[in-house]
């Protein structure tokens, strides 16, 4: 992880936590929260899962890519830190089930294209 890296994530969690603390205090004095916070999520709309960010580099890619190559693009794009070993958890047990991707490699996982997975299985 760079440096520029490592400095953007931990501002980010500064202005959460200073965010917060202001909240707390506007309850304490009894003023209505009216004020809708910089970072609150917007309804309606949920944060879209690692798998779904991975499918996402994947397709953009349009290659295999080791679990660690993974992480780090996620991070880089999405700014989402990730555990290498949950992640690779979550994409095998994907590929198992043949949901959307597949492990080409150990640790290695590429798109299922449906032409290439039916020469395979014929």
């Known amino acids: 992880m760079e440096k520029e890296d490592i400095k953007q994530a931990i501002l980010q ?3 959460l ?3 917060y603390q202001l909240r707390a205090i506007r309850q304490l004095q009894g003023k209505p929260d009216s004020d809708e ?3 609150a999520p917007k309804r309606g709309r949920r944060r ?3 798998v779904d ?3 996402n580099i994947l397709t953009e890619e349009g290659k ?3 679990v660690n190559e993974l992480a780090q693009l996620l991070q880089q794009r999405f700014g989402r830190l990730t555990d290498r070993d ?3 958890s979550a994409l095998a047990k994907k590929a198992r089930r043949g949901i959307l991707l597949r492990q080409s490699a150990p640790a290695t996982f590429t798109l299922i294209d449906s032409k290439e997975d039916l020469h395979e299985t014929t």
């Open 13 to 15: 969690i500064f202005e």
């Open 17 to 19: 936590q200073l965010e």
């Open 37 to 39: 916070p910089v970072l």
């Open 48 to 50: 879209q899962s690692l």
């Open 53 to 55: 960010l991975c499918l």
């Open 64 to 66: 295999p890519l080791h």
């Open 86 to 88: 949950t992640l690779s």
